[in-house]
């Protein structure tokens, strides 16, 4: 398996326009509104970048000032923002015939133990952060593995890239294999050290990283809570309630906990930087918690389809939701192909997902539950011109059915259920070019 490495193209310029069909969002859509107000969509536009900034947006073509870059008739939209994913996983994507937890002992655990070495974390980064880039997502909160080595190689593949990441040093110390366990003490001095050169760094934040509550012991998760009770800027990542057997599983190693959440809440993981994966399984309290403490949810909907491990609830959902490939559980890092299946598990549930309830949750609406939605999600002056420029459609297949389209919500949602990242066709990170 091969993917698109870095190509060097020209320095961007200080000033420069592009054309396309510019699609962003003002606010939330509304659970199944497919004539929505929140949906700003500007056919044939000019957006105006300065420095790597959005400036502006207007019909007429900019003077000769901005160097002009015309994508006329194909869709611009903000990069997008993949919520959870894990960067050491892309080898075992696509492993046949298991769930979670017989998954990760057979597959997952294996994979990350290569790890340990500089080299293959730094050569695990690149592939990954390019990977990314050429699916049109150019932010994400990430998952790096146990060893410290493998978190610095992602920071410093983002900074090279000027990419928006918020990742950490996964903490696990007991049912782990040799090789893949840290204890309080380590994992401390490797979480602080990584803090204070990386954290809030450029286009860089740290997430306090929790595999999931069974490979933390009790006195490892009351570190995890006293480091995010120590600063408030630093985000907290963790799965949870993604699949039964792992829900019981939790049940019998917390037995004083009211639930799988209650595990994290106890210590302090649940705040409004918390982004938890999953939230499959969770109980009416629960959801209230989260909303309550602003924190969100990643949904996974390839992943959660691929392990079998089942259908979200996001139309009831009172908390922010975003979207997620968790690959390597996920199937694809191209978030349009986590839209598609995101479709696919409402109508399961006896739901219909708009088209722009899923493109908001994997750019504004996950901006916002970041708390970036200054700097990211939207095609808004004063944005970071994180950008990416995607063909209506590749194939005769898809060119049918966007010639038939009646209506915009019609073409956008045609669009999200068969595109993948063969139909980028230019991304922007900060201004420059990436892809
Ligand atoms: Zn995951």
Known sequence: MSFTTQKNFEPAPRRWALRGDLLDFTAAPAWGEVASAAVRFDRDHWLLIEDGRIVGRQAHEPDASWVRKDHAGQLVLPGFIDTHVHCPQLEVIGSYGTELLDWLERYTFPSECAFADPARSRAGAEVFLDALLASGTTAAVVFATVHKVSAEALFQGAM????????????????????????????ER??????????????LSYAVTVRFAPTSTPEQLAMAGALCRADASLYMQTHVAENRAEVEWVARLFPEARSYLDVYERVGLVHERAVLAHGIWLDAQDKVLIAERGAQVAHCPSSNLFLGSGLFDWSAAPFNVSLASDVGGGTSLSLPRNMGDAYKVQALRGQRLTAWTALHAATRGAAEALQLGHEIGGLSAGQAADLCVWDWAQGPVAAARDAAARELHERVFAWMTLADERNLAACYVAGRQRV
Do not use: S, Y
């Open 190 to 203: 490797d979480c602080v050290d990584l803090i204070q050169r990386f954290h809030c760094q450029g286009r």
């Open 160 to 187: 090279a890239r000027g990419m928006r990441l918020i990742t950490g040093k996964v903490l696990m110390d007991r049912h782990a294999p040799d090789g893949l366990r840290d204890d309080v003490t380590r994992a």
